[in-house]
């Protein structure tokens, strides 16, 4: 089992351009998960789907932020355009809930710094 | 009022201690919890879940209090390597309090 894959792992851009990280969570795993975490404000939840249909997005700072999740093993989050105070580690999470039971795991993250 | 808020510490203890953390919640109806560990510029990784009975795992003792609103985390005899961040997560969204942060030390 690959576990979850987020894509790229760092990512250095200037502030005004487009960031898009991925993710490609655990077959069949039918929930996955966006947080951000800083030293400041911890690890946040930005927006969960299940089965690929957008659940809660309150979350998600503002409009510059959009998630997408066209199919059962791909997601994406677009900043757009990125801005310093983005700066932050992205994680994206899938969790499959079997018998009662929820099992949830974390990608290793993307580390984004916005100069 | 947060929905989940833990003690974010830290908590300095020395090898062999016993060491007890709590997480309280504001939503009466929740009904899932985790407590989860991460080490330093790692993923949080899942320790453990929390059933209404409690359970244990080894040296780790996890309890719910329904009634105050509250789990506990319990680590007996500790060891360098609980050294890290304590996360709980309370309900089906999956929001994580801001984690309890744990030393160590011999």
């Known amino acids: 089992d690959a576990g979850v894959i987020q894509s790229p792992r760092h990512e250095v851009t200037e502030m005004g351009q487009e960031v898009t990280l991925r993710c490609k969570p655990i077959?069949?795993?039918?929930?996955l998960f966006w947080y951000r975490q800083t030293m400041m404000r911890g690890l946040e939840l930005l927006i969960y789907?299940?089965?690929?249909?957008?659940?809660?997005d309150s979350g998600m700072p503002e409009d510059r932020f959009s998630a997408k999740m066209p199919n059962a093993s791909f997601s994406t989050l677009k900043i757009q355009p990125s801005e310093p105070r983005d700066s932050a580690v992205y994680f994206c999470?899938?969790?499959?809930?079997?018998?009662?039971?929820?099992?949830?795991?974390f990608g290793p993250g993307t580390r984004l710094l916005v100069l | 009022r947060k929905e989940v808020e833990q003690d974010p510490g830290p908590f300095n203890v020395p090898e062999g201690a016993t060491v007890a953390f709590n997480c309280t919640y504001s939503?009466?109806?929740?009904?899932?919890f985790f407590w989860y560990r991460q080490d330093c510029r790692k993923e949080p990784k899942l320790l453990m879940s929390?059933?209404?009975s409690g359970n244990e795992d080894g040296r780790f003792t996890a309890q719910l209090n329904r009634a105050s609103q509250y789990i506990s985390l319990l680590i007996r005899d500790s060891k360098l390597s609980d050294s890290a961040t304590y996360l709980c997560v309370v309900n089906n969204d999956m929001r994580f309090g801001a984690g309890t942060r744990l030393t160590v030390k011999p």
């Open positions: 077959s069949g795993h039918n929930s």
């Open positions: 999470a899938s969790r499959r809930t079997s018998g009662g039971k929820e099992t949830q795991y």
């Open positions: 789907f299940n089965n690929n249909v957008p659940i809660d």
């Open positions: 939503n009466s109806a929740s009904q899932s």
């Open positions: 929390v059933y209404s």
